[in-house]
C-alpha cells in the first residue's frame, strides 16, 4: 500500500483548489453515519492520499466540503442502486462503481448489477485502474 500512495502523491496534478486529508475523527465518523467499518488499507488511504488529483478518476472523500465526490451521499446513491451494504464505494465512474468490501479487495459493480472484475488488494486497483489506466 505504501508503493501505491508513494506513486500516486508523485502524480499529483497540481489544481486551483487542491483537496484536503481528512482528520481521524473525520473518517471515524463517516464510518459511524455509513455504518461500515472501512478496511484498514481504506483508511490508510483516505489519510495519505485522497486529496491527490491524478487523471479523470475522482475516487470518493472524506471531507464534506469536497462536493461530489464526498462519500456518504455517493455511498447512500451506490447503495440506493443495487450496490450492497456490506460494500464501500470508493469511486463513481458514469454510474458505475468500484467498491471495497471488507477483505479488502476492490470489486467493479456495473449500473447492471454485479460483474466479475476484481483486484486482490486497494493497492492493485489504484496500480492498475487509476493509474494503469491513464
Known sequence: MDDAITELRSLNEPV???LRLPTDKEIELVEKELGIEFHPDYKKYLSKASDVIYGVLEPATIPPESGHTYIVPL???AWQSGVPKDLIPIAEDNGDYYCMDQ???VLF???NGAT???WSSLA???Q???IGGE
Open 16 to 18: 486551483a483548489k487542491p
Open 75 to 77: 455511498a447512500k446513491s
Open 103 to 105: 477483505a479488502g479487495q
Open 109 to 111: 459493480w456495473s449500473h
Open 116 to 118: 466479475s472484475e476484481k
Open 124 to 126: 492493485n486497483w489504484i
Open 128 to 130: 492498475e485502474v487509476w
